[in-house]
């Protein structure tokens, strides 16, 4: 890392352990959400329903943690943006990381939606059941799931092109973008 950077020039650790910690449960809930809806074959298994069962207690956490870091993003203060970025660039940036926050609420409202409408329980992290957010019918079902499935698609193309972009930085133009998150 380059040590010249001051600690003002970095995001807080506050902000660091959010984004990586957040990233670290995110990718493979993500993951395993495909393998089960993907890759498993459709008939239910022992496996197949333990496996749905960990994507459905941890995934709605990931709500509680976006409010979180957004309340943490707005009570503290973000390093500037290098003068040297180009307007267009810059809000490709913001309009990234806003859709990056959006999707980190919408993909796991769809999922707890889709558990509404199923009339399913919806646990959280073991702890908590939560209410469901919509009345039970399940004719809504498999809409619900479309939407799940699309919207956390756009969330892994997201994940995926600002992981590139923050790849691009460090090795491609070799600046110190990535290293404002380390
Ligand atoms: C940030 C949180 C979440 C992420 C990133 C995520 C991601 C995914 C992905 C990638 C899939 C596979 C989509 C496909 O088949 O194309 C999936 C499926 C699924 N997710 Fe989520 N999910 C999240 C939260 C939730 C929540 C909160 C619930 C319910 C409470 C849920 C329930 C399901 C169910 C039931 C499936 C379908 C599995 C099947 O087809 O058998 N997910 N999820």
Partial sequence: ????????????????????????????????????????????????????LIHKEIGPFIIVLTVLRLVWRATHRSPAMFSDIPEEERLAVQVGHFALYAMMLVVPLTGWVRSSVHGLPIPMMWVVDLPPLAHKAPVFVPLVNVLHQFSSWILGVLIAGHGIAALLHRYGRRDTVMNRML
């Fill in 1 to 52: 890392m380059d040590k010249s950077l001051s600690l003002f020039e970095r995001y807080s650790l506050g902000a660091r352990i959010f984004h990586w910690g957040m990233a670290a449960i995110i990718v493979p809930l993500w993951l395993l959400g495909f393998y089960v809806g993907r890759i498993m074959p459709h008939a239910a298994t022992p496996q197949k329903t333990l496996l749905l």
